[in-house]
């Protein structure tokens, strides 16, 4: 009976350092979320490829758009009902200089799992997804829960870090007033 109680406990206690140790977006793997990024902060680009095999470069857009970066998971709840809200903000801003790259953290997926998530989903996502399967981007921000709305100006400044959803208001005034400040320079020049 004792030896069945000692079995049990180390597979329960190995079951609890697999959890921590996983890379999947859980509360336990964002205990090292790194240095976070906040508002005034410069942001550091990075340069991946997204789910249909596209190079992208932060770098390339900074300076030229209003840029919006969506942390989110398959298995996060408030992530997948916050996804229409941003693609409606992406389609209605995109040709005034909006980009949004949404990046999922669903590090036990593959990327044709992921592909196949976001291909399903019922409106279609418009903008660049990118599999952080390995949380080097959230790493580099500071990201530590989900969902997680970075936006950034023109110039690569942090403009709004916003954890949590049922905030499209205050998202959509950032992304406006952002947008308004763009045309306001391209005009200028």
Not at 130 to 146: N, P
Request: net charge negative; proline share 5%; glycine share 8%.
């Amino acid at each position: 009976m004792i030896e069945r109680r000692e079995h049990i406990a180390f597979v329960l206690v190995l079951f609890i350092v697999l959890v921590l140790a996983s890379p999947s977006p859980c509360a336990a793997s964002f205990l090292n979320s790194g240095p976070k990024v906040g508002q005034g902060d410069v942001l550091p680009p990075f340069a991946t490829n997204d789910l249909k095999g596209n190079r992208v470069d932060l770098a390339d857009y900074i300076g030229q758009k209003v840029i919006l970066l969506d942390f989110w998971s398959i298995y996060c709840a408030p992530c997948v009902e916050q996804m229409p809200g941003l693609i409606e903000l992406y389609e209605k801003y995109n040709d005034m200089g909006l980009m949004v790259f949404g990046i999922s953290l669903d590090g036990r997926f593959n990327a044709r799992r992921l592909n196949k998530f976001v291909d399903g989903f019922d409106q279609g996502i418009p903008y660049p997804i990118i599999h952080d399967a390995e949380s080097v981007i959230r790493s580099l921000y500071g990201v530590s829960a989900l969902p997680t709305v970075i936006i950034v100006d023109a110039g690569g400044e942090v403009k709004l870090f916003h954890i949590g959803k049922d905030d499209e208001k205050v998202i959509d005034d950032f992304v406006m007033r952002l947008i308004s400040d763009l045309k306001d320079i391209s005009s200028a020049k």
